[in-house]
């Protein structure tokens, strides 16, 4: 970990990371630290200045540099100084896990404190690549060598980096590279960089235009955003390459079910927005999405879901070989008249790129979408406030022939507000017309949460909010309406909310009170189609039993109607005890009673009883634990049945200072559990028999149980471990049949053995089965590597490397054993070699063996910033099954340049030739890569 370190770049900072330690890692290195640029040595230092070409390792005994006086341990960075190396020389060094301090009284430290302001701070390092490609042959052998080729341009990242603060002054920083160890679906990439006039954001970004929400709905996309201030004027620019397409499924409640299916996966990584009746969900707090499967599943606390609430999920699914490739762009102009008064100016477009293989394919069109859009705020007298935005978008349905109408559309949002010392009252004019589309949503969702209405609207709305002493009040007045073109082929739904919402304390008791009311009628020209209606009134109080004990007490009635079809009143009561002031065990204990009664024909449908445990207790500094427990009893009368489902959670966390790290968590399910086949599927289809099977439902109780352990324990300074297991089983109890199951485990060690031997050891292995995608599939790893360095100018290396991928649906394996030796080789300070030969040896699926020789240099001048390098391959492939010999062929360029100061790009240039096999025809490809990375 680095920190507390300004570099001196003058300007504008464009900062990537690179990571190096993931290659490196394979040589046993504990710490690596990247030096780039020319070498400009101290005018004070009589010792010839080098630069380093191979490694130097430091010892776990102090460095003692032998002077007239006292020997004296010396820092790294003392160390380079007094040997005469530079610290923007050009080469690595390998530090021990531990570094002797430095004296804070010698001159090299004072003037690296002078140099420096320790206002940054990193932990850890991160990647950063992009990669493109060109190929002909076969696709199927191109991406086994070339696993970035499936998605075209990628945007590669590893491990976890978080940077903030000041890299020179006036310049901030704030980085986040986000990729769990545990889930490797919660990527999260973002670089942002901001000084006193300007915010560069880049990655992974959220699509976001400040101050607007019409324009640009949040998507996921790898892309570029910058603004620049000048005084009052801020200029944007945006630019991005959208990762997926947009998705809305809506699904309803099942009680103690956990997790529902998407109907398009893979995810995009953070794209998803999940609501419950409204109400936005945390995710990795209140839900989890397994991104590559297609799954949401909601974490205990959120349960039970009950039948009447609706859950919203809105994500992105990830392009695929059907779906053409989008660009984002957008400038805005933003002129601050002061602090609360501003009028802008956007302009944003979305395309795709035309591709007539795809057009011919799958019988669709590239489409346009351009914006343009003007917002304001402004602020007078009186507590006095208004914001307005107005948009209108035009759509080309077809850009490639233009043979499709243009759709155009447009959006006006009026509010006003009036704020007092005890109130404040806002009113709202919102009104979507019928062919406008903002980008990211293809069908546009009202503001509205609780009108819950698609496409154009009509909205007029106001809030009252009165905060007096100890007592608040909140009231809401909301309509709406739809299909404002009345085009006959659609139906028209108005909407109308009446809401409220107190607050208040008597004495030492809080107190809480709110309704609900909710009408919408649903019209066919001008036929009443359908009228829904919801009423809810809902209060509850608490109070303090002693300084340890606090109670809450909650009773709702809530009533649905859709008039002469059918009536549902739901009354439900909780209570809940819980504790207080204990630092170490907070616990908390609720029970919850529910009634749902068809008031059609006066029948009880259901009754549910609720009981949930929660206990976080903090052990001790190093242990801490959570442990969650949820009980289900439920008659459901009209399918004569009771349900039975309890729900149970632990996470654990146990660490002795740096060396051990132990964390744990399960989570065990037993109930009769539904999947959701179908979306947006209403009420009233329940009782139809056509519609009930719709609904997966296992005759016996399934069983679900998710586990995950990580261990990390340092060993010692020359060994360390690392174990990671994770499983999800689901199981129909009595007939013991497995619906689904997935298990990763994956075992790493690095051993520095005597005689300047390293030893890297890897084992991983995945398990997927899943009955509903028909998939059965194990995948097997195993790798060993070992390293010795021969004096400071040879370095030998063997690896082995065993890998089975079995497909048990198609009853087929691939299988690869593959041998290398290396040895490397300093020429000189300005050039190093290699030599390798590599035997593979393919089984199953692809039958055929290959042997390839390979050599590389490495050039670094002293003189220059520059670093080339080559590397050569050649070799033969045979394929047993049909007897073909064939060549393999390689070449690569490598360049690494310093574009400003502590800057450095790099690119690699891959041509590469594979041979024919059993099962494709072989290919000719192209790879280009590249990276930008800033030594810190």
């Known amino acids: 970990m680095l920190k507390n370190y300004r570099p001196r770049a003058p300007g504008m900072v464009f900062l990537f990371i690179l990571v190096f330690v993931g290659s490196l890692e394979s040589r046993g290195l504990d710490r690596v630290r990247y030096f780039f640029g020319k070498s400009s040595p101290s005018s004070k230092s009589s010792t ?29 960075e003392e160390f380079l100084l007094a040997a005469g190396i530079p610290r923007e020389g050009l080469g690595w060094i390998v530090l021990p896990a531990s570094v002797p301090k430095a004296d804070p009284t010698s001159p090299q430290v004072a003037e690296k404190k002078a140099r420096f302001s320790p206002s940054v701070e990193i932990y850890g390092t991160k990647s950063v690549e992009f990669n493109n490609y060109k190929y002909k042959g076969d696709f199927n052998q191109f991406v086994q060598n070339n696993p970035m080729a499936i998605t075209d341009s990628k945007f590669e990242q590893h491990t976890r980096v978080t940077i903030q603060g000041e890299v020179t002054e006036g310049t901030h920083i704030h980085a986040v590279f986000d990729d769990s160890a545990e889930r490797d679906e919660d990527d999260k990439i973002l670089l942002g960089i901001r000084g006193d006039n300007f915010d560069l954001q880049m990655g992974r970004i959220d699509l976001k235009i400040p101050d607007t929400k019409y324009v640009l709905h949040n ?18 620019f945006l630019m991005a390459r959208s990762e997926g397409v947009e998705e809305r499924e809506q699904f309803f409640g099942q009680g103690l079910q956990r997790e529902y299916l998407l109907k398009k996966a893979p995810v995009v990584p953070g794209s998803e927005r999940v609501t419950i009746d409204g109400r936005e969900l945390v995710s990795g707090v209140d839900y989890r999405v397994d991104y590559e499967g297609g799954t949401l599943q909601f974490d205990l606390k959120i349960l039970p879901i009950e039948n009447t609430e609706s859950i919203i999920v809105e994500y992105e699914s990830l392009r695929d070989g059907n779906a053409f490739k989008n660009r984002i762009f957008s400038l ?52 006095i406030a208004g914001q307005v935005e107005m948009a209108r978008s035009v759509q080309n349905l077809d850009i490639a022939s233009n043979s499709l109408p243009l759709r155009k559309g447009s959006v006006i949002d009026l509010g006003v507000s009036q704020t007092g010392r005890y109130h ?34 009509d909205q007029n709305s106001m809030q009252l909010g009165i905060n007096r002493g100890k007592t608040s009040y909140e009231h809401l007045l909301r309509e709406s309406e739809t299909n404002l073109d ?40 001008n036929t009443l189609k359908e009228y829904q209606t919801q009423r809810k009134h809902n209060a509850g109080l608490s109070w303090d039993l002693s300084s340890r004990l606090r109670v809450d007490v909650d009773k709702e009635t809530e009533k649905n109607r859709v008039l002469n079809v059918s009536g549902l009143e739901i009354q439900s009561q909780s209570f809940a005890l819980s504790s207080r002031g204990n630092s170490r065990l907070a616990w908390n204990y609720g029970f919850r009673q529910r ?38 009893e439920e008659d459901n009368f009209v399918n004569r049945e009771t349900l039975l489902s309890s729900a149970t959670g632990m996470d654990l966390r146990y660490r002795v200072g740096r060396k051990f790290d132990y964390s744990v968590k399960v989570k065990e399910e037993l109930k009769r559990r539904l999947i959701l086949e179908t979306t947006n599927l209403n009420l009233v289809d329940l009782k139809n028999p056509d519609k009930r099977k719709d609904y997966v439902t296992p005759p016996n109780p399934v069983q679900t149980l998710t586990t995950s352990q990580i261990l990390r324990w340092d060993q010692s300074r020359d060994l360390d471990h690392r174990l990671s297991y994770r499983t999800m089983e689901e199981e129909e109890r009595i007939v013991n049949k497995m619906l689904s199951s997935h298990e990763d485990i994956a075992y790493d060690l690095r051993w520095n053995l005597p005689y300047e031997v390293r030893l890297n050891y890897r084992l991983a292995h995945r398990d997927r089965l899943n009955l509903a995608s028909a998939l059965d599939q194990k995948i097997s790893e195993q790798e060993t590597e070992l390293t010795r360095s021969l004096g400071r100018d ?86 047993r099954i049909t007897k073909l010999d064939s060549d393999l062929e390689k070449i690569q360029l490598s360049l690494q340049k310093e574009i400003f100061k502590d800057a450095i790009l790099e690119g690699i240039y891959k041509h590469e030739v594979e041979a024919p096999s059993s099962k494709g025809t072989g290919y000719t490809g192209t790879v280009y890569n590249v990276k930008v990375s800033m030594d810190f």
């Open 424 to 457: 404040k009252v806002s009113l709202q004019k919102e009104r979507i017309s019928p062919g406008y589309r903002a980008i990211g949503r293809d069908a546009f969702l009202t503001q509205g949460e609780d009108s819950g209405l698609l496409g154009d609207i």
């Open 794 to 879: 040879w370095m030998v290396s063997a690896r082995y490397l065993k890998s089975d991928d079995e497909d048990l649906r198609a009853n087929n394996v691939l299988g690869l054993k593959e041998d290398e030796f290396k040895v490397d080789k300093t020429i000189n300070l300005n050039l190093r070699g290699y030599a390798s030969v590599i035997r593979r040896d393919y089984s199953g699926r692809e039958d055929r063996e290959e042997m390839t020789l390979g050599t590389g240099i490495l050039y670094t001048p002293m003189q220059t910033d520059l670093r080339l390098g080559v590397d050569l391959s050649k070799g033969k492939s045979e394929d």
């Open 48 to 76: 010839k200045t080098t630069a380093l070409t191979e490694p130097v390792e430091i010892k776990s005994d102090p460095v003692v540099l032998e002077t007239s006086t006292a020997p004296k341990a010396l820092t790294t």
């Open 595 to 632: 009634e749902a009664e068809d008031m059609m024909r006066n029948f009880t449908n259901e009754e549910s009883q609720d009981h949930l445990l929660n206990l976080n207790w903090r052990i001790n500094r190093d242990l801490q634990a959570q442990i969650e427990y949820l009980r289900r």
């Open 486 to 525: 009345h085009d006959p082929l659609k139906d028209t739904t108005e909407f109308f909310l009446t809401s409220g919402n107190l607050k208040s304390q008597i004495g030492s008791l809080p107190i809480r009170a709110g309704y609900k009311n909710e009408n919408k009628p649903t019209w066919t020209g």
């Open 332 to 383: 805005r102009e933003k002129y601050d008249f002061d602090d609360k008064n501003h009028l802008g100016l956007t302009w944003a477009l979305s395309k795709d790129q035309i591709d007539e293989d795809m057009m011919l394919s799958t019988n669709l069109s590239p489409q346009q979408l351009s914006i343009l859009g003007m917002d304001g705020k402004f602020s007078l007298r009186h507590g």
């Open 219 to 236: 998507k996921k996309a790898m892309g570029i955003a910058l603004t620049h201030k000048n005084r009052k004027l801020s200029s944007s």
